[in-house]
């Protein structure tokens, strides 16, 4: 791939990302977790789809180095105001994670917030399992966090078509979602209004519904072996049910 495909995610969400889904607090979980997957020592930990680094910012304070790889060069640019207020060891990468390369070997690399999914193509989808495995050093470990196609489909109760609001804490403030499914195409296009302040923002997003199956058959063609499961961070167990699936991969030590 010759030019860094951008989707013009960021371009619609950056102003507001950190607003929809929180740092601090909010992702304590989500780094713990990462944290005791890292082996320690010097190896650096690799984020394919880095975004605006609510992950990979608190993350570097447990596990040392992280290169933060993404599309958006507005994404980027939000993650680097942080960087220059509180210097933390994460490198913010303008790349395409479908065929990022470095001359790096990292212990830990993780994708998550349903980028994968945001692929609409398998074969592009199982590239990126192909790049993890190939910067992975021997013994590291590769998580992926996307959204459930069997939570997905339920939201609506079947129907193609559907909206829903999720308030937030403070007075007036919500995001209201518009909904479609392409069934036979597993397609799921998002519309949403941020309402905040008085004012409101519009964006939109499309993910191919991908199910944990797919996601391993990615990773074993890559030499992956699954390691665990989990419906969230906390690391509970997976029933199939829950919106969101974490699975994670181990390379052979050999």
């Known amino acids: 791939?010759?030019?860094?495909?951008?989707?013009?995610?960021?371009?619609?969400?950056?102003?507001?990302?950190?607003?929809?889904?929180?740092?601090?607090?909010?992702?304590?979980?989500?780094?713990?977790?990462?944290?005791?997957?890292?082996?320690?020592?010097?190896?650096?930990?690799?984020e394919l789809g880095v975004g605006t680094g609510r992950i990979a910012l608190p993350l570097a304070d447990l596990v040392g180095p992280i290169v933060g790889v993404d599309s958006s060069p507005e994404m980027l640019d939000v993650l680097r105001t942080p960087l220059a207020e509180q210097p933390r060891p994460v490198t913010p990468v303008h790349g395409d994670i479908r065929d990022y390369a470095d001359d790096q070997r990292y212990g830990l690399i993780y994708c998550v917030c349903g980028t994968l999914s945001m692929l609409l193509d398998p074969a592009e989808q199982q590239q990126v399992l192909k790049v993890a495995a190939a910067h992975l050093a021997p013994g590291g470990t590769v998580v992926i966090e996307t959204h459930n196609p069997v939570f997905a489909q339920a939201l609506g109760q079947g129907r193609a078509r559907d909206s829903f609001f999720v308030p937030y804490p403070e007075p007036d403030t919500g995001l209201l979602s518009y909904s479609t499914i392409d069934f036979d195409n597993r397609i799921w296009h998002l519309a949403h209004i941020w309402i905040e302040n008085g004012r409101s923002r519009i964006a939109q997003e499309l993910s191919r519904l991908t199910t944990p199956e797919e996601v391993d058959g990615y990773a074993e063609q890559a030499g992956l072996k699954p390691a665990g499961r989990y419906s969230d961070w906390a690391g509970t167990e997976f029933t199939g049910q829950e919106p969101m699936y974490v699975s994670v991969y181990r390379k052979g030590s050999a």
Request: no cysteine; charged share 15%; proline share 9%.
């Open 1 to 46: 791939m010759s030019e860094i495909a951008d989707i013009g995610y960021g371009a619609q969400f950056a102003d507001f990302y950190d607003r929809l889904f929180p740092g601090g607090p909010a992702v304590a979980a989500t780094t713990a977790f990462l944290a005791d997957l890292h082996p320690g020592g010097d190896l650096p930990t690799l």
